[in-house]
């Protein structure tokens, strides 16, 4: 069975996204870090794991949502509340996403996978309100 263009699309964005963190994280972020030190140093390593909370928990739920579709689970079961994209509270969290310190890139990051994150809740919710109601 194919995939809708949204899920294709949104899978793709989330894939993207992941290798551009991990390259960022593992080849840059260090750096940064070192250098400026101190409170931003540290906020930059919160924002960083808040950047790969909510791109691991979109891809978590897209992963699930392709079994869906897969006929590996039914929808229903998808949609169970241990099975519902999680973490919102750390995730919608942009205390610092207009910090003009942290890093050009990072800033970046953190903002396209908050937007990636709300976006996919709301398609979730869209579901839950299609199938459970």
Known sequence: MSQPA???R???ETMTLMVEARNYLTYSERRERDRLGGMIGLRMSCEAMRVTSRLTQVMAWLM???AVQEGEIEVEDALRDECRLSGTEV???E???GDET???HLR???DRSFRLYVRVA???EMLVQRVLH
Do not use: A, G
């Open 102 to 104: 942290l890093p050009n």
């Open 91 to 93: 995730c919608l969290d």
């Open 108 to 110: 970046s990051l953190m």
């Open 64 to 66: 699930l949502q392709r």
């Open 122 to 124: 709301r398609l979730e």
């Open 95 to 97: 205390t610092f996403s």
């Open 10 to 12: 949104t899978y793709d």
């Open 6 to 8: 949204f899920f294709r």
